[in-house]
T-cell receptor, first 116, second 110 residues
Framework: NAGVTQTPKFRILKIGQSMTLQCTQD?????MYWYRQDPGMGLKLIYY???????DKGEVPNGYNVSRSTTEDFPLRLELAAPSQTSVYFC???????????????FGDGTRLSIL | LAKTTQPISMDSYEGQEVNITCSHN???????ITWYQQFPSQGPRFIIQ???TKVTNEVASLFIPADRKSSTLSLPRVSLSDTAVYYC???????????FGQGTTLQVKP
């Protein structure tokens, strides 16, 4: 059981380039999340999804786009990379048994992105 | 979403019990309190979650008073491998969203 898998693990982009960070989970979870983590800080929510075809903004959505065409995949798109987007990006998923509150999130190991 | 406040850092020695207290004054009735652990270069890992009173699992205990405005994570007999950042979070009862603060950096010394 792989859990949450993120690719690539590392990437260097030039300013203005675009890329897609991939996230896939094999736990059949409806809820998926994208976070970014800057050095020494906690994670900040970028976008989240409560199921295929449904996405919504988090705290820091500007400069990013997401789509959710399948339950398994939740890619994050950077259209015009900027130095301020240099960060570690984490994807997470959670199940929806019982109440919404009491299912923990499962995180991937992150994508380290540098924009120069 | 309820914000949380916890100490920025704590030091301990191997074999000691560590208690990390978190305040969450604006917690809503149906929200849960959850704690995550994060090692360098890894994603956060779920430790424990609770609603009220006491919850215990194989790695930690969580104490929540009746007013639920604070909680305490207790790590028994810590080892060097428990050196990590610990996040206290309140989970939204509507969306399951997590709001991370800076967390508590726990340094365990030999």
């Amino acid at each position: 059981n792989a859990g949450v898998t993120q690719t690539p693990k590392f990437r260097i982009l030039k300013i203005g380039q675009s890329m897609t960070l991939q996230c896939t989970q094999d736990m059949n979870h409806n809820y998926m999340y994208w976070y970014r983590q800057d050095p020494g800080m906690g994670l900040k929510l970028i976008y989240y999804s409560v199921g295929a075809g449904i996405t919504d903004k988090g705290e820091v959505p500007n400069g990013y786009n997401v789509s959710r065409s399948t339950t398994e995949d939740f890619p994050l798109r950077l259209e015009l990379a900027a130095p301020s987007q240099t960060s570690v990006y984490f994807c997470a998923s959670r199940g929806d048994r019982g109440t919404i509150s009491n299912q923990p999130q499962h995180f991937g190991d992150g994508t380290r992105l540098s924009i120069l | 979403l309820a914000k949380t406040t916890q100490p920025i850092s704590m030091d301990s020695y191997e074999g000691q019990e560590v208690n990390i207290t978190c305040s969450h004054n604006n917690i809503a009735t149906n929200d849960y309190i959850t704690w995550y652990q994060q090692f360098p270069s890894q994603g956060p890992r779920f430790i424990i979650q609770g609603y009220k009173t006491k919850v215990t699992n194989e790695v930690a205990s969580l104490f929540i008073p009746a007013d639920r405005k604070s909680s305490t994570l207790s790590l028994p007999r810590v080892s060097l491998s428990d050196t990590a950042v610990y996040y206290c979070l309140v989970v939204s009862s509507n969306t399951g969203k997590l709001i991370f603060g800076q967390g508590t950096t726990l340094q365990v010394k030999p």
